[in-house]
């Protein structure tokens, strides 16, 4: 049982197209993470939300938490936010993560 | 700020080995994650520590790992004796939040395993 789960699992997109990911989970969470995980391996955390929207430059974090889902944009997409883009939530002490996102940002 | 650091960057070992990664957290951050990597599993928590007292340890596969934190500002994750199963990328990150798992997460740039 996955409980956390995200989609889509791949995504190629033109630069500057609007981008979603979604992460729906199945129970009730404290957190939800999102992070992005670069080409060379590091990760980058890039919202923390337990409830309604952050925006941090191009990109925008909401949370439904009535329907357990989660989505990233990103607007005017860049060659350069290709990456890997992990949702994950928390339930009691665990952190549990979703597979994955990957974006590719075609010039 | 230096950022999380962990040492080794890179580990190659035979299996049966000890192996001991080590993390250094942000200053003044109260909270630290020993998470692992690997293609057939992403990625998982193994332990986490609050104020220095290990909180959750439930991810720790097995006997084989121990996760020590002696003070607020140094880590170590043993695996002993090592196998090749054990061969992935480990994560250390810390967090300032006194609510310990819902603050923002500051990695460092990872440990690759590899036990031949």
């Known amino acids: 049982k996955n409980e956390v789960e995200q989609s889509p699992q791949n995504l190629t997109a033109q630069e500057g197209e609007f981008i979603t990911i979604n992460c729906s989970y199945s129970?009730?969470?404290?957190?939800l993470h999102w992070l992005q995980q670069h080409p060379g391996g590091g990760i980058v955390s890039l919202f923390m939300?337990?409830?309604g929207k952050k925006k941090h430059g191009r990109l925008i974090a909401t949370i439904n938490i009535q329907e357990k889902h989660s989505s990233l944009h990103i607007t005017a997409s860049h060659p350069r936010d290709s990456a890997v883009y992990i949702c994950?939530?928390?339930?009691?002490?665990?952190?549990?993560f979703g597979t994955g996102t990957s974006l590719t940002v075609i010039p | 700020d230096a950022g999380v650091i962990q040492s080794p960057r890179h580990e190659v070992t035979e299996m049966g080995q000890e192996v001991t990664l080590r993390c250094k957290p942000i200053?003044?951050?109260?909270?630290l994650f020993w998470y692992r990597q690997t293609m057939m599993r992403g990625l998982e928590l193994l332990i986490y520590?609050?104020?220095?007292?290990?909180?959750?340890d439930s991810g720790m596969p097995e006997d084989r790992f121990s996760a020590k934190m002696p003070n607020a500002s140094f880590s170590t994750l043993k695996i002993q004796p090592s196998e090749p199963r054990d061969s992935a990328v480990y994560f250390c990150a810390s967090s300032l939040d006194r609510f310990s798992n819902t603050g923002e997460l500051f990695f460092g740039e990872g440990s690759r395993l590899t036990v031949l």
């Open positions: 200053s003044g951050h109260n909270s």
């Open positions: 129970v009730g969470i404290s957190a």
């Open positions: 939300l337990s409830s």
């Open positions: 520590f609050n104020n220095n007292v290990p909180i959750d």
């Open positions: 994950a939530v928390v339930i009691g002490n665990q952190f549990y």
